[in-house]
């Protein structure tokens, strides 16, 4: 099934109505998220009266439509939501990430008509989606899958076990890449309390905890051809179509925590005073918060670049190549930005007592999810020079 464009008006983050939205969502994450990031990280979970307000505020349905229920946003506007949750609190915004781009994404531009009008609903209303392709030996190389669906009568059986599966926890709809045996991967809709799905132990995690991960175990779980995404054997085109937008989300989640590390440094350094100044006025604090605000601003500036690129429906060559460019970039000043907090924090930066341990411990995952940064390197590198998979 040819994948269904969703269309897109001009759109920029600078425009009035894309600045009150980020407003709206910045207010809402600093006083209803930020509050409570400290309890979901030690305990890895979201808190439930926060998932009814994520929901409350459309943050969970942003680019669908409104006549399924959705705030009717656009993917600039997604990309804006993530940022600015990603500034105080990661791993809630991995839990949007997964839920409006990955599964809800996917369904808007691979699903059919009746797909879209039996799940979006339900996905802009309350039910949680998670998406589930990665398995034990199926990281990097996606699609060494050895989850099973296997035809039975008019539908299939699923059998498997999917490793590393943000929203887990959290899920009521299951998006799962599994081999049908002529065909190969292909995509299937699962509600999570289907029978025969199961979720192990949840994953204790370095960080992002928020996003509530786990394994999920599939028993030969029934689902009808209706619940199947796309042909059978075209889960490939879906999942990578999906990731290549994920990269964008991902990109998105280390641009604010970046931000957000910057944000507490900055003003740290500002009120923090030693042998009788601020340590704002020595250079040797100055340089390196100053080197992390160049960089994050070269790296907002190429993901807003490529979400435009990828939001207009261009090229998806270069789209493809603009998205790991954008994740790859992002994730490096994430990672950076959180490292000169800490240290600009000193001692204090080393505990709980401030949040940028916290978002040290989050930003590694942007280097390894969606794409590690070799494999994104590998991908740029293949569009610029036309090295091949094999070389």
């Given at each position: 099934?040819?994948?269904?464009?969703?269309p897109?008006a001009a759109d920029h983050?600078?425009s009035?109505?894309n600045?009150?939205?980020?407003?709206k969502?910045?207010?809402f994450?600093?006083?209803?998220?930020a509050?409570?990031s400290a309890?979901m990280?030690?305990?890895?979970?979201?808190d439930?009266t926060?998932?009814?307000?994520?929901f409350?505020?459309?943050?969970?349905a942003?680019?669908?439509?409104?006549?399924?229920?959705?705030a009717?946003?656009?993917l600039?506007r997604?990309i804006l939501?993530i940022?600015e949750v990603?500034r105080?609190d990661?791993?809630?915004a991995?839990g949007?990430h997964v839920h409006?781009?990955?599964?809800?994404?996917?369904?808007l531009?691979h699903a059919?008509?009746?797909q879209?009008?039996?799940y979006?609903?339900?996905l802009?209303t309350?039910?949680?989606?998670?998406f589930a392709?990665?398995?034990?030996?199926?990281?990097?190389?996606?699609f060494?899958l050895s989850t099973?669906?296997?035809?039975?009568?008019?539908?299939?059986?699923?059998?498997g076990?999917?490793?590393?599966?943000?929203n887990?926890?959290?899920?009521?709809?299951?998006?799962?890449f599994?081999?049908?045996?002529?065909s190969?991967?292909?995509?299937?809709?699962?509600?999570?309390d289907a029978?025969?799905?199961?979720?192990d132990?949840r994953?204790e995690q370095?960080g992002v905890?928020a996003?509530?991960t786990?394994?999920?175990?599939?028993?030969r779980v029934?689902?009808?051809?209706?619940?199947?995404?796309?042909p059978?054997g075209?889960g490939?085109?879906?999942?990578?179509?999906?990731?290549?937008?994920?990269?964008l989300?991902?990109a998105?989640?280390?641009v604010?925590l970046?931000?957000g590390?910057?944000?507490?440094?900055?003003?740290?350094?500002?009120?923090?005073?030693q042998?009788?100044?601020r340590i704002?006025d020595?250079?040797g604090?100055?340089f390196?918060?100053a080197d992390?605000?160049?960089r994050?601003?070269?790296a907002?500036a190429?993901?807003?670049?490529?979400?435009?690129?990828q939001g207009?429906?261009?090229?998806?060559?270069?789209?493809?190549r603009?998205?790991?460019?954008?994740?790859?970039v992002?994730?490096?000043?994430?990672?950076?930005?959180?490292s000169v907090?800490?240290?600009t924090?000193?001692?204090n930066g080393?505990?709980?007592?401030?949040?940028v341990?916290?978002l040290?411990r989050?930003?590694?995952a942007g280097?390894?999810?969606?794409?590690?940064?070799?494999v994104?390197?590998?991908t740029?590198?293949?569009?610029m020079?036309g090295?091949s998979?094999?070389?």
């Open positions: 099934m040819k994948a269904t464009p969703v897109h983050p600078d009035p109505e600045q009150r939205w980020r407003e969502v910045r207010r994450a600093e006083e209803e998220i509050p409570l309890t990280d030690r305990k890895a979970a979201l439930a926060l998932r009814e307000r994520l409350a505020e459309g943050l969970m942003v680019e669908i439509p409104r006549g399924y229920g959705g009717g946003g656009t600039c997604l939501t940022e990603a105080v990661p791993g809630v991995v949007i409006n781009v990955l599964v809800a994404g996917t369904l531009r059919t008509g009746d879209r009008r039996q979006l609903p339900q802009a309350g039910r949680i989606g998670a392709l990665s398995e034990e030996r199926a990281g990097s190389d996606a060494a099973v669906a296997v035809k039975e009568g008019a539908g299939y059986l699923l059998s076990r999917k490793r590393w599966t943000s887990a926890r959290n899920a009521d709809l299951l998006l799962v599994a081999l049908v045996d002529g190969g991967p292909t995509a299937f809709l699962v509600p999570a029978p025969g799905v199961s979720l132990a994953v370095l905890r996003a509530a786990s394994d999920v175990i599939l028993d029934p689902v009808r051809a209706a619940q199947r995404v796309g059978p075209g490939q085109t879906v999942a990578m179509a999906g990731l290549d937008l994920g990269r989300g991902i998105a989640q280390m604010g970046a931000q590390a910057l944000d507490v440094a900055v003003g740290y350094s500002l009120s923090r005073e042998f009788g100044s704002a020595y250079q604090v100055q390196p918060l992390v605000a160049s994050l601003a070269a907002r190429l993901l807003y670049h490529a979400a435009d690129h207009r429906g261009a090229d998806p060559v270069e789209t493809m603009l998205s790991a460019m954008a994740k790859y992002a994730s490096e000043v994430a990672e950076k930005a959180a907090a800490l240290e924090l000193g001692g080393y505990t709980d007592a401030y949040p341990e916290r040290y989050d930003a590694k280097k390894i999810y969606e794409g590690t940064s070799n994104l390197l590998r740029i590198a293949s569009i020079i090295v998979a094999g070389d």
